[in-house]
């Protein structure tokens, strides 16, 4: 399991934001983005801010994590393989936190849709974690996300 370098978390909002490695337009969905973190335990909100990064795509899709074979971090520039985690822009507002918590589980569990060893239940198993970490919605229904 990841362990971070981060001996304290500071859970403020503006720590969080200062640390979030997002690539789009709307300053909306970043500061969900941070929000959501916020609320995540410690050690994933570590791992989220470590090891993934945030990509908005208008309305193509809800939200996508893929492996970030190729993805950098753009804040401190390592080299290291990061997450990608696609998110619509005009997520719902009443489920923008579970559905962001939603992928950053995939990352969490390691779900690589790029794989062949995806699980067939890692739609359940993220809405399950997402539901663990205290979060509702659309996110962490696991009936919702197994359509």
């Known amino acids: 399991m990841y362990t971070s370098s981060h001996k304290e978390w500071a859970m403020s909002i503006e720590g969080v934001y200062d640390r979030l490695a997002y690539h789009g337009e709307s300053e909306f969905l970043s500061i969900q983005i941070a929000d959501t973190i916020r609320r995540l335990p410690p050690p994933a909100a570590s791992f989220t801010l470590d090891r993934c990064c945030f990509v908005s ?46 992928e950053i589980a995939h990352a969490w569990l390691q779900h690589d849709r790029l794989s062949d060893t995806m699980p067939e239940d890692c739609e359940i198993a993220a809405a399950n974690l997402v539901k663990q970490w205290g979060f509702s919605g659309r996110g962490a229904d696991a009936d919702f996300c197994n359509r």
């Open 57 to 102: 795509v208008g309305s193509v899709t809800a939200g996508l994590i893929l492996p970030g074979r190729i993805g950098v971090h753009h804040i401190e520039k390592r080299s290291r393989n990061m997450w990608i985690i696609v998110l619509k822009e005009d997520l719902p507002a009443e489920h923008v936190h579970s559905i962001i918590a939603h």
